[in-house]
């Protein structure tokens, strides 16, 4: 098939990207009037996904039709996972309190009723939308939607299995999914930005987190060294060795849960995805115990950070905005339960006055999974990019759970409606 994007050279299209990447930060430290007030207003990460997601709406470059964002989320993401975890403070990353857990579990519980809620709501004035038979029937597709958002890719997967959609409707969900979760991305890096100002508004007390921040950058100090071959070579091969160590694993584990363990296979332990990132991320909080620790000095982070911008503008480039015009209505269902979701969030986090960091990082865990909870994260500061990971993990436990259990209280809607 003939694509309509100007570039389709995956080689040229990420040559693109890292110089828009370039660009950004380039200005983004610039003492030039006119971009220290842009970036007032603008987070410099937030351009790095806005950019590339322009550039793919208006046909110049095509995500769909790009191989980047696999090799990014599974060779450059573990690999920044590794550099990210090789100096974290474990302890003081444990001592970040209950708070984080609440927020995670009340963004999956209004996932799980988001969905319901929206498809009610939209039914009021389109009541047509739940008619349909067979797989058909929206709310069966939705479903793959519930499982995208607790969890990601897998839990969709399973619910595609499990509620059996037309492959039509399935189609226009994967959209649906990819565009609004993407939108809502955009917002949280847009709000890291000024979370300082979300938190007093919250009456938040995050001290735990700026306390873990102030001791990595004490720690970068102490151990910063000039940059050298030998230290960039240890650091290449710590992050793409445990990468291929953990595909090596989970190419073998995964699939053996899959056909011996049945029953795991409900928390989507059967994910190769899944245990690739798990076991980067434990064998870099292994290392952060040893003297790799100190590579930190010579920049361990800072390299970890750019495979995860790259990252960043792959995700960028997968969303298409004026895909929402296809089917309007499917779209308005999306938002308002996003909406839905944000609203109990944000009700929650002002109630127990939790720091904007964790309803950010919950929320992701929940909407991106895996796949972008670090990056979120990791916008507030490069050592709480574990966090991220660490939540996106209990994502994958609740997610098929969760998901059927929306897919249930849908399917109750469309019944009653």
Partial sequence: MDSTALFTNDAIVLGLLVTILAFVFRTASSDHPFWKRFYTFIPSLLLCYFIPSLLNSMGVISGSESDLYFVASRYLLPASLVLLTLSIDLKSTLRLGPKAVIMFLTGTVSIVLGGPIALFIVSLFRPDILGGAGPEELWRGLSTIAGSWIGGGANQTAMFEVFQPSTDLFSAMVTVDIIVANIWLGFLLYGAGISSKIDTLF?????????????????????????????MAMMVAIGFGLTGFSHLIADWIAPWIGTHAPLLKQLSLDSTFFWIVVIATTGGLAFSFTSLRNLEGAGASKIGSMLLYVLVATIGMNMNLFSIFENPIYFVIGLLWILIHVGILLAVGKWIKAPFFFTAVGSQANVGGAASAPIVASAFHPSLAPVGVLMAVLGYALGTYGAWLSALLMQWVSVAG
């Fill in 203 to 231: 009456s938040a007390d995050n001290s735990a987190i700026d306390e873990l921040k102030k001791k990595m950058e004490s720690f970068q100090m102490q151990s910063a060294r000039t940059l050298n071959l030998p230290d």
